[in-house]
């Protein structure tokens, strides 16, 4: 035969006679029509070892991704022949950073007529989450009235029997087969407890969260700031006479002597620096100069001019968030240590409503009154350990927190505490601790309980007017679609009720009105703080959300880098309107819509602090904003069409990861 559907038609006819051309066929497996792929797998049976012996061997030839369609192809048609090998290799996602062949896996799954009775048989007993998930979600995809009854009630007692199974990649996608097929969900009595070694349960709202469990990271010894410091003084040695006679030579050269303890040549380059007219690009940093001027006469224990010097910077009314840091250490280093002590203490007293500045600040004086040689070894640990506290409230958890954190020479003497090390290690894209979080986004219908729960007595949005561009209701028509037109602010707010109705701490408390700077207008907004200790429901952490959405990918998407195969599992544009909540295809930990839908919001905001993140992409952005690592930033009481939220829970007790293995859920 010349044609090719001639050849593979008689390659097919040949096998009924003994003769299987399993070279030939798995040739082939590129361009097989779906009506033939029975054809294909009822050939190979009949030699189902030697079979799958070739197809292992082209397998392991797929090494590159624009070959990983074949794989997976290779890997379905292993499966029908009763082999869990070659499938498993096919979907694993733990250890991998690409889950681009699972997800072809899933996505070439309905095309393949698969015989189920044998299906179910063959995977019914394995042990492996990323084939048992993987399963599932191809089923899932195949329309019902393709389903036969016997295939259907077959493939409904299978699933029920892995619903209760401990990893969240397995549950997520069973619970999500049987919500396409509506097949009822089994009750299970401990479903909202916490089970040692399961990676899963469910709220009193019937939402499943996900137990996400980062890795260890091994923790190194920080870098030393001084020595960058000393590495710029070195380099500035080389500068021009004209160079070094500019204002900011000046103040950053005097400026790094101060902080490598050479008082007396930096108390010269700051008293010169201050002594010139300086032009608008220094205005930032005149009151600055005049700090360490005061500092170096304070660390030369120069009496009378450090007094003076003193009560003309306070006379200039600085910064309020300098002036416990300030007015503490002066007298310290002039020796005067009890006062010193006293004026310390009193700016601590305030903590509880100190701005972060504030509380960055007072934890650096803490530290230099450790590092005193007046300081005992008791006080010295005392001072250590608020210093560690205060720090550990100021951080946001994010790289930039760590980073201002290693290269603040103030903190040095910190470097030998395990906790400080911990606290300030870089760590850019690993959360520090396990967190519960839920598997989809908050829907209208649950959101909306919240407005209208006339018994509750805490904060509740003041004003729920409409976007200008979308109504939320045509986006979001039903109760199963995700929460929209919702702020920054009102998700705090139903995280805490919602923390309320089931008997938690609420996790955050309003503390008033605050003035920050808008594009350098002052403006008033509402400032919420987190409630130390709380175990109640809060926003995800951006490091929490993005780790959980990548569930150990490092691709553009968490199901890869093929824009083709997202549409599975994000609603994006051209979308119309939102998908409901958990319709879309979960990732590999069972997290589902971490991708498109809704924007969701997360605890951090921008750096200048009128801002909130987002994270995800909403359904009418395109896919590049909905990459795993896109994000965006609205004000906190910004409200519209795509603005949604889904919850986590406070770090699980080590006591309750005994048993756990692995982060999202696998076994």
């Not at 310290?332 to 972060?356: F, I, M, N, P, Y």
């Not at 993140?613 to 069409?641: K, T």
Request: glycine content about 6%.
């Amino acid at each position: 035969a010349s044609e090719p559907r001639e050849k593979l038609s008689l390659a097919f006819a040949l096998a009924n006679f003994g003769q299987v051309e399993a070279d030939y066929l798995i040739s082939q497996i590129d361009a097989i029509e779906d009506r033939d792929t029975a054809n294909l797998v009822d050939a190979l049976r009949h030699d189902s070892a030697g079979s799958i012996a070739k197809l292992r061997e082209a397998a392991s030839e797929c090494s590159t991704p624009e070959l990983h369609r074949r794989k997976a192809r290779m890997a379905l048609a292993a499966l029908a022949l009763g082999d869990t090998t070659l499938p498993i290799d096919a979907c694993e996602f733990d250890g991998r950073t690409d889950h681009g062949l699972r997800t072809l896996f899933i996505d070439e799954f309905p095309r393949w007529e698969l015989d189920r009775t044998a299906l179910v048989a063959t995977v019914k007993n394995t042990s492996n989450p990323a084939l048992r998930s993987a399963v599932c979600l191809g089923l899932g995809q195949i329309p019902l009235k393709q389903m036969s009854n016997d295939d259907k009630t077959r493939i409904a007692e299978l699933a029920t029997q892995w619903y209760s199974l401990p990893d969240s990649s397995t549950h997520s996608a069973v619970a999500w087969l049987m919500r396409e097929w509506e097949i009822p969900e089994p009750t299970l009595p401990d479903a909202k407890q916490l089970v040692d070694g399961r990676n899963w349960m469910q709220n009193s709202q019937g939402v499943t969260f996900v137990r996400i469990t980062p890795p260890a990271v091994e923790l190194k010894p920080l870098p030393d700031p001084l020595e960058q410091v000393r590495q710029t003084l070195s380099q500035m040695e080389n500068a021009t006479p004209e160079q070094k006679a500019q204002a900011n030579f000046l103040y950053w050269h005097g400026r790094s002597l101060f902080l490598v303890g050479q008082y007396d040549a930096a108390l010269a380059d700051l008293e010169a620096v201050s002594k010139m007219e300086l032009d608008d690009s220094m205005a930032g940093v005149r009151g600055e100069i005049e700090q360490l001027r005061l500092f170096a006469l304070a660390r030369l224990k120069r009496t009378e001019e450090t007094d003076a010097a003193l009560a003309q910077w306070s006379a200039s009314e600085p910064a309020a968030v300098y002036r416990d840091y300030v007015e503490s250490l002066v007298p310290l280093w002039l020796g005067r240590k009890e006062a010193a002590v006293a004026r310390l203490e009193q700016g601590l007293a305030g903590v509880e409503s100190a701005d972060r500045g504030v509380l960055y600040n007072l934890a650096c004086a803490a530290t230099l009154f450790a590092a005193s040689e007046t300081s005992t070894v008791e006080e010295k640990r005392g001072w250590m350990d608020r210093s560690v506290g205060l720090l550990e409230r100021w951080s946001q958890g994010d790289e930039a927190s760590r980073n201002q954190m290693r290269s603040d020479a103030d903190l040095l003497v910190l470097h030998a505490d395990p906790r400080f090390v911990k606290l300030a290690a870089e760590r850019s894209n690993v959360p520090e601790q396990p967190y519960w979080l839920a598997n989809r986004e908050v829907t209208r219908g649950e959101y909306e309980a919240f407005i209208d729960d006339q018994s509750y007595a805490g904060e509740k949005p003041k004003d729920r007017k409409e976007s200008e561009l979308f109504n939320y209701k045509e986006t979001s028509p039903t109760p199963d679609h995700p929460a929209q037109n919702v702020s920054w602010y009102d998700a705090l707010m139903y995280c805490n009720w919602l923390s309320r109705r089931e008997g938690r701490t609420p996790a955050y408390r309003y503390v008033g009105k605050e003035k920050i700077k808008e594009f350098r207008i002052d403006i008033e907004v509402d400032k919420w703080e987190q409630v130390d200790g709380a175990n109640g429901y809060r926003l995800p952490r951006e490091l929490e959300w993005e780790y959980a959405c990548r569930s150990g990918s490092d691709t553009e998407w968490s199901p890869g880098n093929d824009e083709a195969l997202l549409a599975a599992y994000c609603q994006m544009f051209p979308s119309k309107l939102a998908s409901p909540s958990g319709k879309k295809l979960p990732n590999a930990w069972g997290l589902h819509d971490m991708h498109g839908n809704v924007n969701e919001w997360c605890w951090e905001s921008d750096s200048q602090g009128w801002s909130q993140v987002h994270r995800g992409g909403g359904w009418l952005d395109a896919a590049v904003f909905c990459q795993s690592a896109s994000n965006g930033l609205s004000s906190p009481d910004h409200r519209d069409a795509f603005e949604g939220f889904r919850v986590s829970l406070v770090p699980v007790a080590s006591a309750e990861l005994k048993t756990s293995t692995g982060a999202g859920g696998q076994e």
